[in-house]
């Protein structure tokens, strides 16, 4: 069977009982990709692969040796030399769907607690993706454990940090540029009226929702990592 790249690039699900190949269809796949022009640097293609159990990746490493691309495979891992900030591009220059972007992998790595928690978990989400787009205008680099620092300090009612936040962004932002000017009020209005003025009770579910799956990240090898 041959498939065409659009078939192998584009969204494949593959579905198959216990024994019946699936694995191995992925992994014929994955070779042909990593071998498909190898030598070119131009046209051959690129794979993200997320492997829980890791033996996709020590696949991918096998076969990227054999066919001559070994120094293309970046492995990363909480044992691994390569690190990844997933919100490193974060920067002064954030707009508001760049942060929401972001949110959206938090949301994927948020475990979930069913339809009577998906309220908290939406709104932890929304803490997130806002936190994320202040400290990026205030010019802090954006991580869980920056993350988890803000969100801390929200949690302890720490209005210093947050009116520092603030300045530090207003003077990030060109007076002239009216759009993120616009944005970095929607920000402000979520925290100062939107935020603050839940009820105690609301507000700390959404806090220590939002901490709770920080905290899985503030061990030293996650700091590491990420």
Known sequence: ITYGGKDIFGGLLILGMKGSGKTALIMRLVEDAVRFRADQPDLKPALVAIDPKGDLSDFIEKVAAKHGRADDVVRLGLTTVAKWNPFAHLGTSCMADDARQAGFFLRAAMPTSGAEGSYWEDNADNLLSYSMHLLALAGETVSFHSLARLVTRLKEGDDFHRAELYERARANIDPTDTDRLVELASTLDYF???????????????????????????????????
């Open 192 to 226: 100062e009226e939107e935020f603050v003025h839940l009820d105690e009770k609301p507000r700390s579910i959404v806090v220590n929702t939002a901490t709770n799956f920080l905290r899985r990240f503030e061990g030293v090898r996650y700091r590491r990592a990420f």
